[in-house]
């Protein structure tokens, strides 16, 4: 958990590749105090020791948190399953800092595709559109779409920084776009903001109200330092607003958005959705690919209605435009309906009672319980390990 | 929640508790019960003013043998509208625990100006004309006036106060300036008369430092208050320049020449009544020969509030006789006025003490001592005869009349120094005679005569050991309380040097220096890139603000800060400053970030907060000392260091480390807010200037950030803003309790006694 120590190690190996490039006018023992920064990994106790920082406790607080909402969703809750998410980043002058390392775009767009990889394995039939923001102005850099790859692609093209930021045109651009979609779909904007101010060109509270009106979920994720208008559009639309302290915590941060959010309660009413469940096709078979417009060979999917190919699932057809997916994906979106049960934590004096029946071994890594535990499923039992088992091995 | 402290059974009206509350519940309780004065800080935000509140009516509603009186003196109306808001909640739950025989009645007392509620008097712009505009309404002699000519006009609402007499009382409750302005519409009475006249009756009175402290209208309490009362002034750092500003006159040319203007109208006034009403001015010498006191039957209306400094025997005594008829005390005034514009019409600065200066009007006017004492009370009592009704026209002579008065009266603790120019514009000739008070005690003895015990409390009184020298009291209980913190919300640094490592500081012979302008600059910079929406700056005087941000914006260094945040700048115009102020609050409202330029002892320094994101930072630029060459602030140095002992460096360090206390303490106003304070100034990490910040910010500079450059202070400034960012829990865990329940309380409360 001591990550001071881990990031020391990183920061050396990096401060090798790029000393000579970045830091090419500064003096060596300059270069020592503002890329090791030893003593960021140190902190002073009452008594004006040294010693490492300790982040145990705030990472217990945080598997608290957790916890807790996870057993307020335990009653039913509806969860939003098909949703449509952008992501909006920010590439203004501020990205290019360096107080993540090697710098916050790097990092930033590091932990975008494993979200998006995550995003679409947990909600299979949701789609992901990527916007930035750069000078000033918002780009729509990929549209709304279900493929993983293209996002990805295009995202590592474009990691240049300049400018000013503006909140108010990426929430306009966005909002034109979300209010397109279907109405059964749940609009989301999750927003990577690394600047500390907005330069707008009109009221961004009217903005505000405009996405709040057109029910468009907005969640930041800052990593320089909390901002009022952030947080007041995430209460506004009934987001999440959160800060990250270092890289470790910006991962965490940004993969709570992956699992699907309640669903917006006037917004939920039941209705049906046209799907097809395309059958694969034949090994061998050529056909030509709708969406890459070029002839393919083998493992691609037949449109139940059209007969149209497609290379991957889910994925709208092209030419018919029915939603096609496949049932392992419902059935993996279906999960977040039954979440298991919160773990009730045991104390090591309970197990060390010999009248105790509970086993003393983790039930998914058969580490011993005796250690300092964390949690304990209801009848098997298992320490930390296993809800990052749980999610990614259900289904 | 309720609770017992020893033998009181206290109601508080939320769940949970602050320890801090708590504890300043305890020592307050002593002081009650020791009937003597206290001292109490605590910071700002743990909420002084609920536990104030609930401690001192529980402790009256457990004692009903004797019941206590409550005068809360606040600074401004906005103060006093929160504090009666609170109170009001309190009441709510008491009388929901105790029944009906919980009920008091609190009032908030303020001018006219605030609790009148007839459109036409109310229309006039400040508070002297609101004030004369009901003089003319409602005056004796206007409504007997009125009486015989129905034309005349009164105020509807005065007269209906009148015709009720004793029936109209408030029935028991709180009531805010609001609510009271509602009452008295409703049952069509006057709501200032009410609530003066309900001032004796009431429970919990809430009203201005004025209405104690100015001499000139504490008469209306010198009366009507019990001795068993409980004074508390809220927000005291500043009480002993309230005290003193109360007691000095300045008079410029301006003033003379408006008080001759005054001269001749009442000149005129007083011809006019020898013609057709001769009487009226023998029955006015025949009354003064039996001495003012008789002024105490005059109706409510027409009473002028009276003069609690003054010696009693002035009131008693007879007015000397050359100036019991109204020509011969022209005469006097005339004489006067002509010697004061004599005195202004030198070429230095000369100081003087006040024997000395009635010495000499003794022998270059002739008007002795005892003269000039009686001008005030002898002044108005000529204006009431010749029932005069715009006062507002007449301040001027007013203030010569005062002037004379405080002259003759005091023979210590003032000066009269007069200046032939400002020191900062010589070629302009600007000459002011002022009578300068230097001991804040003058004002204040008699409030702490009179009164059981005296509350003093702030969030900055440090050092505490000071003001009772200053004051002249000796309290039962003086404390200082910390603020009990879920998580360290406040990070003070003392910003010693630049990152280039050259000291920073306002001292006179480096402020200039182009290094630490320089220096300033950069680290301002450095922060407006770090620090989302608010910041605000303290500059030690106007004049270096000018000069600094002239040089800013000359090396380019503005427009730098301006491409991360916008520039708002206080000047000297309340309405500038006010815009000003409400842009800046806009621009951290829409995320845009902005950064106000503020003057350490200017009005936003005072009154205005910048919490939550209003101020994420505060920056002090330099020790906020008082312009050393001040002859005012000399002079009351030298009495202070032969009066009370207190060495001059001491009294200034005080003095600028309580006002940098008071700019940095804008940014926290609750325990969920957070916030930086940055004290940029090498002099601050000092151990004689550091020591006298207050307790719960020293608690919170760590010895590491005792001597920052730029640089360093710019990670600590990130890694705080980080850490602030997360969540925020309420309730402390792992051992900080920082709330306590009733439970808490009776477990603490066996264990004290157990």
């Known amino acids: 958990m001591n990550n001071g120590a881990g990031r020391r190690i990183n920061g050396a190996a990096e401060e090798d590749d790029d000393e000579d490039d970045v830091n090419g006018d500064l003096d060596a023992w300059e270069r020592t105090y503002t890329d090791e920064r030893s003593w960021e990994s140190l902190q002073e106790d009452e008594s004006g020791m040294l010693r490492p920082i300790d982040n145990q406790a705030l990472y217990h607080s945080q598997y608290r948190r957790r916890l807790r909402s996870l057993s307020s969703t335990a009653a039913r809750i509806q969860k939003g399953l098909i949703r449509y998410l952008y992501i909006v980043i920010d590439l203004s002058r501020a990205a290019s800092e360096m107080d993540f390392r090697p710098s916050r775009i790097a990092v930033i767009a590091k932990h975008v595709e494993t979200f998006i990889r995550e995003f679409f394995y947990q909600n299979p039939l949701s789609q992901v559109g990527i916007v930035t923001i750069k000078d000033g102005v918002a780009h729509c850099l990929t549209d709304i779409g279900g493929s993983p790859e293209s996002h990805i692609n295009a995202l590592m093209k474009k990691l240049e920084c300049s400018g000013d930021s503006s909140l108010q045109n990426a929430l306009d651009l966005v909002d034109g776009y979300l209010n397109q979609i279907p109405s059964y779909g749940h609009r989301e904007v999750l927003i990577l903001y690394s600047a500390l101010s907005t330069c707008d060109p009109g009221d961004i509270m009217d903005t505000i109200q405009k996405c709040r009106k057109s029910k468009i979920r907005c969640s930041v994720i800052g990593l320089a330092a909390e901002m009022f208008i952030c947080k007041h559009l995430c209460q506004e639309t009934g987001g999440t607003y959160s800060v990250a302290l270092d890289e470790s915590h910006f991962k965490e941060l940004i993969l709570e958005h992956a699992p699907p959010p309640p669903a917006i309660a006037e917004f939920a009413v039941a209705n049906l959705i046209k799907m097809g469940f395309p059958q694969r096709a034949a090994e061998g078979s050529i056909s030509i690919c709708s969406c890459h417009k070029e002839a393919k060979v083998g493992a691609g999917y037949t449109c139940p209605r059209c007969k149209a190919r497609a290379c991957e699932l889910p994925t709208e057809c092209c030419v018919c435009g029915l939603t096609l997916v496949s049932s392992p994906h419902l059935a993996r979106s279906y999960h977040h309906l039954f979440p298991i049960a919160p773990f009730d934590e045991v104390t090591s004096s309970h197990l060390n009672n010999p009248n105790c029946k509970l086993q003393r071994n983790c039930f998914g890594c058969q580490q011993s319980l005796l250690d300092p535990v964390f949690g304990l499923r209801k009848q098997t039992r298992a320490c930390r390990c296993v809800p990052e088992v749980q999610t990614n091995a259900t289904c | ?754």
Not at chain 2, 111 to 134: H, I, Q, W, Y
Not at chain 2, 504 to 510: G, L, R
Not at chain 2, 593 to 603: C, H, I, M, T
């Open chain 2, 1 to 754: 929640m309720k609770f017992q402290i020893e033998d009181v059974t206290v109601y508080f009206p939320y769940d949970y508790i602050y320890p801090e509350q708590y504890s300043y519940m305890i020592e307050l309780k002593r002081a009650l019960d020791a009937k003597g004065h206290c001292l109490l800080e605590m910071p700002t935000g743990t909420g002084k003013t609920i536990a104030l509140l609930s401690l001192i009516t529980s402790y009256s509603l457990s004692k009903p043998q004797t019941p206590i009186k409550l005068i809360y003196c606040t600074r401004t109306v906005h103060e006093m509208e929160k504090t009666l808001a609170e109170l009001k909640l309190l009441h709510n739950y008491q009388i929901k625990h105790l029944g009906p025989q919980a009920r008091i009645l609190a009032i908030g007392l303020s001018s006219r100006k605030n609790l009148c509620v007839n459109p036409t008097v109310l229309a006039a712009e400040n508070r002297d004309s609101v004030d004369a505009g009901c003089r003319k309404l409602t005056a004796s002699w206007v409504r007997a006036m009125a009486a015989e000519n129905p034309n005349v006009p009164t105020c509807q609402f005065f007269e209906n106060y009148e015709r009720a007499a004793s029936a109209a009382v408030v029935p028991p409750g709180v009531y805010t300036l609001q609510d009271l302005r509602v009452f008295g519409k409703e049952k069509g009475w006057c709501p200032y008369f009410l609530a003066r006249h309900m001032v004796q009756f009431a429970n919990v009175v809430v009203y201005s430092y004025q209405y104690l402290l100015d001499p000139k209208v504490a008469g209306i309490i010198s009366k009507e208050m019990q001795k068993e009362s409980v004074v508390v002034f809220d927000e005291a750092h500043n009480i002993d320049n309230v005290c003193i500003e109360a007691l000095s006159v300045s008079v410029r040319r301006q003033t003379l020449e408006g008080a001759t203007r005054n001269l001749n109208r009442i000149s005129q006034e007083i011809d006019r009544f020898k013609a057709t009403d001769a009487s009226r001015l023998r029955a006015e010498y025949n009354r003064l020969v039996e001495g003012l006191a008789l002024r105490g039957n005059l109706p409510i209306t027409d009473n002028w509030l009276s003069n609690p400094a003054l010696p009693d025997d002035i009131l008693k005594e007879a007015v000397p006789g050359n100036i019991r008829r109204a020509e011969h005390f022209l005469h006097v005034l005339r004489r006067l006025v002509q010697y004061l514009r004599g005195r202004l019409d030198t070429e230095n600065v000369e100081k003087e003490n006040p024997v000395s200066f009635v010495a000499s009007i003794n022998s270059h006017a002739g008007i002795d001592q005892k003269t000039l004492k009686f001008c005030y009370d002898r002044l108005h009592s000529l204006m009431l005869t010749l029932e005069i009704t715009d006062t507002d026209e007449f301040l001027h002579i007013q203030t010569i009349c005062d002037f004379a008065t405080l002259v003759g009266t005091y023979g210590r603790g003032f000066s009269i120094i007069i200046e032939p120019f400002d020191e900062r514009m010589p070629h302009i000739p600007d000459p002011i005679l002022q009578l300068s008070c230097h001991d804040a005690s003058l004002a204040i003895k008699p409030v702490f005569d009179r009164f059981q015990s005296v509350v003093i409390t702030s969030g900055t009184l440090s050092p505490i050991d000071l003001y009772p020298r200053l004051l002249n009291f000796h309290p039962v209980v003086s404390r200082s309380f910390t603020m009990s913190l879920t998580r360290d919300c406040i990070c003070p640094m003392v910003l010693t040097r630049g990152s280039d490592q050259l000291p920073v500081s306002t001292k006179f012979d480096m402020r200039s220096d182009p290094g630490v302008v320089r220096n300033y600059g950069k680290l301002l910079l450095e922060m407006v890139s770090v620090v989302p929406d608010g910041i605000v700056c303290f500059f030690v005087s106007y004049s270096y603000m000018d000069g600094i941000i002239n040089t800013w914006n000359d090396s380019g260094i503005l427009k730098e800060i301006m491409q991360h945040k916008l520039v708002f700048i206080e000047t000297q115009d309340v309405v500038e400053t006010t815009l000003a102020l409400d842009n800046y609050r806009r621009a951290c409202d829409c995320g845009r970030g902005a950064v106000f330029f503020s003057v350490a002892r200017g009005k936003v320094a005072e009154g205005i907060d910048f919490d939550r994101h209003y101020g994420r930072l505060v920056i002090m630029f330099g020790v906020p000392f008082q312009y050393t060459l001040s002859k005012i602030l000399l002079a009351r140095l030298e009495y202070l260091r032969d009066t009370f002992q207190i060495k001059e460096g001491d009294f200034l360090t005080f003095d600028a480390l309580r006002q940098a206390a008071q700019c940095v303490g804008r940014v926290i106003r609750s325990k969920a807010d957070y916030g930086m304070m940055i004290f940029a100034d090498k002099r601050y990490s000092r151990h004689d200037k550091r020591s006298k910040l207050p307790s719960w910010i020293l608690s919170h500079l760590r010895d590491v950030n005792l001597n920052l450059s730029t640089d360093m202070a710019l990670h600590i400034a990130k890694e705080f803003l980080r850490k602030m960012a997360q969540p925020y829990e309420k309730i402390g865990g792992s051992g900080r309790k920082t709330l306590l329940s009733e439970e808490d309380l009776e477990k603490d409360g066996r264990w004290r006694h157990g």
